[in-house]
């Protein structure tokens, strides 16, 4: 028999039990040997007097073993005691030495583990209160960035609004002053008028008069000057010169027309501190939203453990008609499910192998998702366009994607968003589209600006939100939370790690295909690594397309042959 391959042994050694023939899935962990255990071993474990004092606990509380380090003045020896009074590492040989006399010592593997779970708490503040929190606040902030530059603009408009209002009345004025003048001038126009007239009048009077004086002048008419009265020339009449009108100007200055139009100012009070939600109401919440889950979980009839079965069972297996290999799987109403393959057919079957509807696509990965409703959710990369098929079997388009090609899909058992992985050029994104088709949120890049994926080839959602991506370009798997702010990356147990198919079940859990070892990674809801679902006897080759059922089945779909095997890996 050939040795294992390095992803092989590694797969061993975290699949099955540490004990030597024991091919049994670990459930458990013994923190004195730093084992893992099946049921059955656990139990034989603990009936040896030599293990009487052993701690084993489940496998996903084990305690994390001290990093091998050794002493630098007893190198045969590893350092495993902290003195108290020195503050030190030390060897066990280090302890008996004069200078650690009377000193007492505890077991720094001990320290180690305390301090590791210090620090999985702490990572878990930052993961589930400190990054939800900054970015609730980030999000307020956006919005209130929103809102200050819609008053602002309102502001702008009733400045723009009050300065023409001004200038209207300014005009208004202006006409009126304008038209007085008018009517002033035709007044004192008259009134010259008139005063020229006068003269007029006069001065014909004066040549009538000069015509008189001639002729008593004439020697002819000499005797006429003693015989009338003596001629007498009236006054030249008085007129008065016209007041002219003065224009009195009013100066103004900047600070009239301000007070005229108004002005910007901050009022004077102390601005409002954004409400930071205190940790404890976060727990408070949390811990009543996982009440509400396990209240939800004790009406249904699932049984449902954090623990896998001591074995894998298959429960059933059926050929899909239609296509030549298992790409992706979309799980319908009970008893129907869709498959598709590397050639574009995508078959809707029931739980016999009945072909009930085929349809002819693009091809794809994880490009197609089925609905609460139904419906059928698929993509067409090369036209841009995401398709929805109703239960009627009537097809109809759902979204056009624009100049972004549509990767892979995903309908939110949540809220009924669609997830879509998209790329265009040498960028990727993730869109969340609303169940009616409204473009709601774009994910693309990390805090640092950095692109969050390179090669997205699936796309699922966990029970809390968190958007989890199979990206084959990165070789990991891609979590971001809701809000999009990124969780973790997985990178496989092995050299060699290529993601294919990915989904979640209601317990949390992250399962993704590995084609580099034929497996199908178990991980918790923050990329902590479970198990190995499969071990190379069980014959899974090219694993692809997974899903989970209602009832804990896990579905997997195979790349080169066109059945789906279905298995209870849980209990």
């Given amino acids: 028999m050939s040795e294992p391959t390095d992803e092989q042994a590694a797969m061993q050694h975290y699949l099955v039990c540490g004990t030597e023939d024991c091919q049994k899935n670990c459930q458990f962990y013994c923190n004195a040997c730093h084992r893992p255990l099946c049921e059955q071993c656990r139990d034989e474990h603990k009936k040896s007097p030599n293990n009487k004092n ?11 073993q001290l990093p091998v380090e050794k002493c630098q003045d007893h190198p045969t020896r590893n350092i495993d005691i902290f003195c108290r009074e020195c503050k030190t590492p030390l060897c066990s040989k280090c302890s008996t030495m004069k200078e650690h006399e009377g000193h007492k010592f505890d077991d720094l593997e001990d320290i180690y583990a305390d301090k590791y779970a210090h620090w999985q708490g702490e990572f878990s503040k930052i993961q589930k209160y400190f990054l939800p929190t900054s970015q609730d606040l980030k999000t307020d902030i956006e919005e209130d960035v929103k809102q200050i530059k819609k008053i602002m603009e309102s502001i702008r408009t009733s400045m723009k609004t009050e300065a023409e209002s001004l200038k209207n009345l300014v005009d208004e004025v202006t006409s009126e002053n304008i038209e007085h003048t008018h009517t002033m001038e035709k007044s004192l126009l008259k009134m010259l008028k008139s005063q020229e007239t006068t003269y007029d009048d006069y001065i014909t009077y004066l040549w009538k008069m ?38 009195m100007t009013s100066k103004f200055n900047k600070n009239d027309i301000t007070k005229l139009l108004g002005k910007v100012h901050v009022p004077n009070t102390e601005p409002q501190k954004r409400k930071i939600q205190p940790m404890e109401a976060v727990t408070t919440h949390m811990k009543s939203t996982e009440k509400k889950l396990k209240q939800s979980k004790e009406k249904s009839d699932m049984k449902q ?23 992706h799987v979309s799980l319908d109403k009970p008893g129907r499910l869709w498959v598709s393959d590397y050639r574009g057919n995508l078959v809707q079957t029931d739980l016999q192998g009945k072909q009930l509807q085929k349809i002819q696509t693009s091809d794809g990965l994880g490009y197609h998702t089925a609905t609460k409703d139904g419906n059928l959710i698929y993509i067409d990369q090369d036209k841009k366009v995401i398709y929805r098929i109703t239960p009627d079997k009537k097809i109809a388009k759902f979204i056009n994607t624009g100049e972004w090609a549509p990767l892979s899909v995903h ?52 029970i809390h939100g968190d958007i989890c991506i199979s990206d084959y370009g990165k070789y990991a798997v891609v979590v971001v939370n809701k809000s999009g702010q990124h969780r ?80 209870k890996y849980l209990q």
């Fill in 54 to 64: 052993h701690e084993i606990v489940p496998y996903r509380h084990r305690k994390h």
């Fill in 210 to 247: 000069s015509d008189e004086f001639q002729e008593y002048l004439s020697i002819t008419n000499r005797k006429l000057l003693f015989k009338y009265k003596t001629l007498k020339i009236q006054p030249i009449p008085e007129t008065t010169k016209p007041l002219p009108p003065v224009f």
């Fill in 305 to 327: 453990t954090l623990s896998l079965s001591s074995s894998i069972t298959k429960v059933r297996e059926y050929s899909v008609p239609g296509v030549v290999g298992a790409y």
């Fill in 411 to 462: 309908s939110s058992c949540i809220n009924g968003d669609i997830l879509v992985v998209m790329c265009k050029g040498g960028e990727t994104k993730v869109t969340r589209y609303s169940k009616a088709g409204k473009e709601i949120q774009n994910i693309q890049r990390n805090n640092q600006g950095q692109e969050l994926y390179s090669g997205p080839h699936y796309i699922t959602e966990n």
């Fill in 488 to 567: 973790f990356s997985y990178t496989g147990q092995a050299s060699k790690f290529w993601p294919y198919g990915i989904c979640t079940d209601v317990l949390g859990h992250i399962l993704v295909c590995d084609n580099a070892i034929d497996t199908v990674h178990l991980l918790d809801q923050d990329g902590g690594f479970l198990s190995f679902i499969f071990s190379p006897k069980q014959g899974i080759n090219n694993p692809r397309g997974v899903c989970v059922d209602d009832e804990n089945n896990l579905y997997v779909g195979q790349f080169t042959i066109n059945t789906v095997s279905v298995y």
